[in-house]
């Protein structure tokens, strides 16, 4: 069974009422359960009545079951984020306020103009999150954050996935999104090595605890 979670969304919106200064968001909006139209009006929204203190966070989509719950079809994970990654362009189009004409593969646009418009310009920071070189990939390219997962492709929690998340998979994936992001990478490699040798020591005391 699939225990249904509060949605985003509202709570979102409440969290922001009854605050003046904490930075609002979720991590993360799942792709396929949004048009990237509504998406981008409802982030635009928060961003608005939150006074500029929303984070946007998308991700591909990832937990077979939850779709298949909902009646939602599934794809490889491939063409989730290839969904993933146009939305992701369609979205920052939509939070310029200017007049959209998109067709592309899973979205087709037509004279519509995003509104109202987010506070923060050009858009509210953007995280994209995922465990696969090719969502990191494209979260290195695109968002202003890059949320590390495990590498859940699969569509279930598994081995496989728990051990995608050790010190030596993390090093990795901070290659990946070093080399994806090019001029974007915004963390020297001493600091790339720091943060490495602080991953292999937590992960080396986590196999040492009792049940680790």
Not at 183 to 199: P, Q
Request: hydrophobic share 45%; net charge neutral.
């Amino acid at each position: 069974m699939i225990w249904s979670r509060a949605e985003a969304v509202p709570a979102i919106a409440a969290a922001a009422a009854a605050t003046q200064t904490l930075r609002v968001g979720c991590r993360v909006f799942c792709n396929d359960y949004r048009h990237p139209v509504m998406l981008a009006k409802e982030a635009a929204t928060l961003d608005l009545l939150s006074d500029g203190r929303l984070e946007l966070g998308m991700g591909a989509g990832w937990l077979r079951g939850e779709y298949e719950a909902a009646g939602l079809p599934f794809d490889a994970a491939a063409t989730r984020i290839e969904r993933l990654e146009e939305s992701v362009g369609l979205v920052k189009v939509l939070f310029s306020g200017e007049p959209v004409q998109h067709a592309g593969r899973f979205y087709r646009v037509s004279g519509f103009r995003g509104a109202p418009l987010p506070v923060q310009k050009p858009h509210p920071p953007l995280m994209i999150g995922g465990g696969g070189r090719r969502v990191l990939s494209l979260a290195a390219r695109e968002a202003d954050v890059v949320s590390f997962n495990f590498d859940n492709r699969s569509g279930v929690i598994g081995a496989d996935g728990v051990r995608s998340g050790t010190a030596d998979a993390t090093a990795q994936k901070l290659s990946w999104v070093r080399e994806a992001a090019g001029a974007r990478f915004g963390m020297d490699e001493a600091l790339v090595a720091e943060l490495t040798s602080e991953l292999r020591a937590a992960f080396a005391e986590l196999r040492g605890t009792p049940g680790g």
